[in-house]
């Protein structure tokens, strides 16, 4: 069985840095593209940040490039999301999903994404 586990959430003062982790198990993980989602109360689930399954290929949204870094190891099934220079407005819960890699660029949009994990708060706040 497909699994996730997301780790390394928590309260942060604005300016600092928080590694998000997804860890993976019950599947092939590197034949995965990974992404990074965060729900804000009241708002809608957005893309964070996508990765395709050799690591060649990394996507960011534009509110956080320059900021936040994805990465993989695939000989332990897990992804990183280094966040740094965090704002309040980057409050929301993190998640992890993955997709078959089929060969095309990773993609930023929740419906393209089949499998997910249970989220991680983050919250920044002085």
């Known amino acids: 069985q497909l699994q996730f586990v997301e780790s390394g959430g928590g309260l942060v003062q604005p300016g600092g840095s928080l590694r998000l982790s997804c860890a993976a198990s019950g599947f092939t993980w590197n034949y995965y593209a990974i992404g990074w989602f965060r729900q804000a109360p009241g708002k809608e689930r957005e893309g964070v940040s996508c990765i395709r399954r050799s690591g060649g290929n990394t996507k960011y949204a534009d509110s956080v490039k320059g900021r936040f870094t994805i990465s993989r190891d695939n000989a332990k099934n897990t992804v990183y999301l280094q966040m740094n220079s965090l704002k309040p407005e980057d409050t929301a819960v993190y998640y992890c999903?993955?997709?078959?890699?089929?060969?095309?660029?990773?993609?930023?949009?929740?419906?393209?994404?089949?499998?997910w994990g249970q989220g991680t708060q983050v919250t920044v706040s002085s």
């Open positions: 999903a993955a997709v078959l890699d089929r060969g095309y660029p990773c993609a930023m949009q929740s419906n393209d994404y089949d499998y």
